[in-house]
Every structure is written in C-alpha cells, then in structure tokens.
C-alpha cells in the first residue's frame, strides 16, 4: 500500500484513538484499575517472593517484581479495560455505526485498542526506568529481548480482548468473562511465580499460556538468561498465539448487542 494510501488511514486512527481516549478517560473505575492495579499488585506479592531462592536461578527480587508489575499492566491496563471497552462500544451501537463509515473492521478495533496499549507501553517503560532505579535491577543484558515482549505482550492482550469481548453480553459480565485468562497468567504465566523455579514438567505446560512467552522474554531481557533457540521458540509462542486469537476474532466478533 502506498503512502498516500496509508494517510487517510493514519488520520482515521487517530480520530478513533483520541474519541476513545476521551471516552476511557470518563470511566473512572476503568482507569483506577488500569493505572494503580500494575503498580501496586507487584508489592501485594513482595512478601512471598522474598522466600523465594531466587539466587539459585539467577534471578533478582527487583527482576521479578518488574516482570510482575508489567504482566499485571497486560492484564489490567490492556486486557481488562479493553474487554470492557469493547463490549461497551457494541452495547452502545458505537461499533455498528463506526462499520457504516469508511473505517474497516481492522481499523475500528485497533482504534478502540490504541489509547489502552499506549497506556500499557508507557506503564511498562515507566516500570522499567523505575525498577532500574528504586529496586537496583541494573541495565538490561538484552534490551532487545524487552522490547520483544512488550510488543508481543501488548498485542496479544489487545486481541484476546477483543475475543473475549465476543462472548461477553454486557459490561457487568466482563468483569467475569475476563477472570479465567487473568487468574491463568497470574498463576502460571511467571507473573506471580517465576516459571524458573517450577518443576520442569509444570513449566513446559505454562510456558505455553497466552501471556508467558512475552513474560519470559522481558525477564530474559534483564538477566540474559535465554539462548537464541529459547528465544525464538518464546517469539513463535507468542506469534502462534496472536495468529489465533486474531483469526478467531474476525470469525466470533460481534458488532452488534447479543438480544
């Protein structure tokens, strides 16, 4: 596609973004869980990762706290409020009316989806940059590896968002429908619990959650702990499931309220 293409497609995101940034803004219970949840979770689970023997694996407290607090920022910044938002906008005959215009599907629900996984992306640098200061973690050995993950994270949290919104009837249910990936990753995904120090066989199993690929590769990313093959197989993890999600996305979504 061309440039001259591309710009009024550029300009029609950015629209749809800032619309849906107002809109996000208005949601105060929305935003409260997608700023302060990321932030303060990572310290409701200082306590049990003190007991860990993170040494023995070559982890840090601050390592660990920070792959949290970021997981905790897909969950909640991107995943959750997103769930919530799309769900909202179908409800609410937004969707339905954005299809009649010039928009294509792709540009309605990555639109909807900007103003979230920017505030996901500025949370993650942010914990980055502050974990590196306050908690000592040091320079990244493989920032690359970062910037991996939270690519991989960012987007696919945006799209099993838009899949879960696909079977929720309304925006009380979210709240529900959301619960099983985010008590998956939290438990299994390295969020909570480092893969590192399950056994072997559990860790094989989690490493193929949604979330863990993108959680390996951003802890990966601060102790250097991953070889080449162990990185790509975590990218193509992380690819395999965007593919999915996104294919059945443009199969299940719905566009209008479920009556």
């Given at each position: 596609?061309?440039s001259?293409?591309?710009?009024?497609?550029?300009?029609?995101?950015?629209a749809?973004?800032?619309?849906?940034?107002a809109?996000?803004?208005?949601?105060?219970?929305?935003?409260?869980?997608?700023?302060?949840?990321?932030?303060?979770?990572?310290?409701?689970v200082?306590?049990?990762?003190?007991?860990?023997d993170?040494?023995?694996?070559?982890?840090?407290?601050?390592?660990?706290?920070?792959?949290?607090?970021i997981?905790?920022?897909?969950?909640?910044?991107?995943?959750?409020?997103?769930?919530?938002?799309?769900?909202?906008?179908?409800?609410?005959?937004?969707?339905?009316?954005?299809r009649?215009?010039?928009?294509?599907?792709?540009?309605?629900?990555?639109?909807?989806?900007?103003?979230?996984?920017?505030?996901?992306?500025?949370?993650?640098?942010?914990?980055?940059?502050?974990c590196?200061v306050?908690?000592?973690?040091?320079?990244?050995?493989?920032?690359?590896?970062?910037?991996?993950?939270?690519?991989?994270?960012?987007?696919?949290?945006?799209?099993?968002?838009?899949?879960?919104?696909?079977?929720?009837?309304?925006?009380?249910?979210?709240?529900v429908?959301a619960?099983?990936?985010?008590?998956?990753?939290?438990?299994?995904?390295?969020?909570?619990?480092?893969?590192?120090?399950?056994?072997?066989?559990?860790?094989?199993?989690c490493?193929?959650?949604?979330?863990?690929?993108?959680?390996?590769?951003?802890?990966?990313?601060?102790?250097?702990?991953l070889?080449?093959?162990?990185?790509?197989?975590?990218?193509?993890?992380?690819?395999?499931?965007?593919?999915v999600?996104?294919?059945?996305?443009?199969?299940?979504f719905?566009?209008?309220?479920?009556?």
């Amino acid at each position: 596609m061309s440039s001259v293409a591309w710009a009024p497609a550029g300009r029609r995101l950015r629209a749809l973004a800032r619309a849906e940034l107002a809109l996000l803004g208005r949601n105060r219970g929305v935003v409260f869980t997608a700023l302060v949840m990321p932030l303060a979770l990572p310290f409701s689970v200082r306590p049990a990762i003190d007991q860990l023997d993170l040494k023995k694996e070559g982890l840090t407290v601050g390592a660990v706290m920070m792959t949290a607090a970021i997981g905790f920022s897909f969950l909640f910044a991107v995943y959750t409020s997103l769930v919530n938002a799309y769900v909202a906008r179908r409800e609410e005959l937004v969707l339905k009316r954005l299809r009649t215009g010039e928009l294509s599907d792709a540009e309605i629900l990555t639109g909807t989806a900007l103003p979230a996984v920017c505030v996901g992306l500025g949370q993650a640098l942010l914990l980055c940059v502050g974990c590196a200061v306050l908690l000592d973690t040091g320079a990244p050995k493989a920032p690359y590896l970062i910037l991996l993950g939270l690519l991989a994270g960012l987007v696919l949290s945006a799209a099993l968002a838009a899949l879960t919104a696909s079977f929720t009837r309304t925006v009380e249910s979210g709240q529900v429908t959301a619960l099983p990936l985010v008590f998956v990753s939290m438990a299994g995904s390295g969020i909570t619990f480092p893969t590192e120090l399950m056994p072997e066989k559990v860790a094989s199993v989690c490493e193929l959650l949604p979330l863990s690929p993108a959680i390996r590769l951003v802890r990966a990313g601060w102790t250097g702990q991953l070889s080449a093959y162990e990185a790509l197989g975590a990218v193509a993890t992380a690819l395999a499931w965007t593919v999915v999600a996104v294919f059945a996305v443009r199969r299940r979504f719905r566009w209008e309220p479920r009556r």
